[in-house]
């Protein structure tokens, strides 16, 4: 075991925090996206800080499908587009107008569009954390995604997380293995605009709520 | 809907980032704690800013409980002493020995403890994103716990997740509603040491992976 190496921890100063913080305010879940590529280098250089994302086992369940065909692209949309027009039917008829206006994925313009699977057959980590709860691997790409985004904000890449979709469909498009579990498509690009509240509070729909209700005590 | 505040966008310079990597590199799944409590104002302020986290329709799903009562630790306790008995017993031979010398959790030291629950219930985000996918609400936690993570460590504070949980036990244990699903246990305090490096890695468990080998094309 290496020994604590302390003289070269690092030290983080309010400044950071600071601007940390401004990071997390201003994440956004982007919809609108300037359809500029994204550099081939910048892409890796996210997706490499996303691999220190925390996993259980260090298994590092989490694998990638960059959809970039004209084919493939025309699949996702069409699987969202029935989606959610199911889920608009389901909305209540006081909200359903609102819906129907709601801006949700930006599919049509984001450069670089990747379906983010977790790969139940991994060997890596020798199952340690997920006996119990197998989907602490699922937990584990959902948290990389966390990590990916930030990262990517933090160098002024817009992402959008679509979960409106079906899954074994996508996968079945796709032609992922059985093993791969669908768990999030995401739209990365350079954002049309920056905005501090998400869509869906500027747009009516839902707004932000406090913690203090949220935290019960044993 | 507010229009684009572009003037007051912030602008996130190379030092920031550079910072914010060394934050994403030495995060750490920590498991030693001093026993020194953490001040209820920076436990709030770190549960504060993963209010920011990314939500699907904004719902914010977390719901927190924290841990303090001697009767739920020690019944936390017995929960991971079975559970990582049968996962030890579940390891190949060549395996087992390393496994029963690992330091899984921080269970007996962490002086804040907290469960996290994923309330399939709430009816914040009127459903958004959650039809097709309704395990978008748990991902969405998954996601808030990344956030909290690195708030945490840009604080000094360090968080260790435990999932070697029979989550039905904790559930019932702790008397959760029957919408709230058991997500994570999250120990949370001073770390005894720093390391860049996971402690599985350290302990010669599991090394991390390159990414190269995860990104397929379509």
């Given at each position: 075991?290496?020994?604590?190496?302390?003289?070269?921890?690092?030290?983080?100063?309010?400044?950071?925090?600071?601007?940390l913080?401004?990071?997390?305010?201003?994440?956004?879940?982007?919809?609108?996206?300037?359809?500029?590529?994204?550099?081939?280098?910048?892409?890796?250089?996210?997706?490499?800080?996303?691999?220190l994302?925390?996993?259980?086992?260090?298994?590092?369940?989490?694998?990638?499908?960059?959809?970039?065909?004209?084919?493939?692209?025309?699949?996702?949309?069409?699987?969202?587009?029935?989606?959610?027009?199911?889920?608009?039917?389901?909305?209540?008829?006081?909200?359903?107008?609102?819906?129907?206006?709601?801006?949700?994925?930006?599919?049509?313009?984001?450069?670089a569009?990747?379906?983010?699977?977790?790969?139940?057959?991994?060997?890596?980590?020798?199952?340690?954390?997920?006996?119990?709860?197998?989907?602490?691997?699922?937990?584990?790409?959902?948290?990389?995604?966390?990590?990916?985004?930030?990262?990517?904000?933090?160098?002024?890449?817009?992402?959008?997380?679509?979960?409106?979709?079906?899954?074994?469909?996508?996968?079945?498009?796709?032609?992922?293995?059985?093993?791969?579990?669908?768990?999030?498509?995401?739209?990365?690009?350079?954002?049309v605009?920056?905005?501090?509240?998400?869509?869906?509070?500027?747009?009516?729909?839902?707004?932000?709520t406090?913690?203090?209700?949220?935290?019960?005590?044993?």
């Amino acid at each position: 075991m290496t020994p604590p190496n302390l003289t070269s921890t690092p030290c983080f100063d309010d400044r950071f925090r600071a601007e940390l913080d401004t990071l997390l305010s201003w994440r956004r879940d982007v919809r609108r996206f300037r359809r500029d590529p994204v550099p081939r280098p910048l892409l890796a250089e996210v997706l490499q800080l996303a691999q220190l994302s925390p996993s259980v086992g260090n298994s590092q369940p989490w694998r990638f499908v960059e959809v970039a065909s004209p084919a493939m692209r025309a699949a996702v949309k069409r699987n969202f587009a029935e989606c959610n027009a199911e889920a608009l039917a389901d909305q209540a008829p006081t909200r359903a107008r609102l819906y129907a206006r709601l801006k949700l994925e930006g599919l049509d313009a984001a450069p670089a569009q990747l379906a983010v699977f977790c790969d139940h057959a991994t060997t890596q980590g020798h199952g340690l954390g997920a006996k119990t709860m197998p989907e602490a691997l699922d937990y584990s790409v959902a948290a990389m995604i966390a990590v990916l985004w930030l990262s990517a904000r933090a160098r002024g890449l817009g992402l959008g997380w679509v979960s409106i979709l079906d899954p074994a469909r996508l996968s079945a498009d796709i032609g992922a293995p059985g093993s791969y579990k669908f768990i999030a498509y995401l739209c990365l690009g350079w954002p049309v605009e920056e905005h501090e509240a998400p869509e869906l509070e500027r747009a009516g729909w839902q707004e932000r709520t406090p913690l203090g209700q949220y935290i019960l005590h044993v």
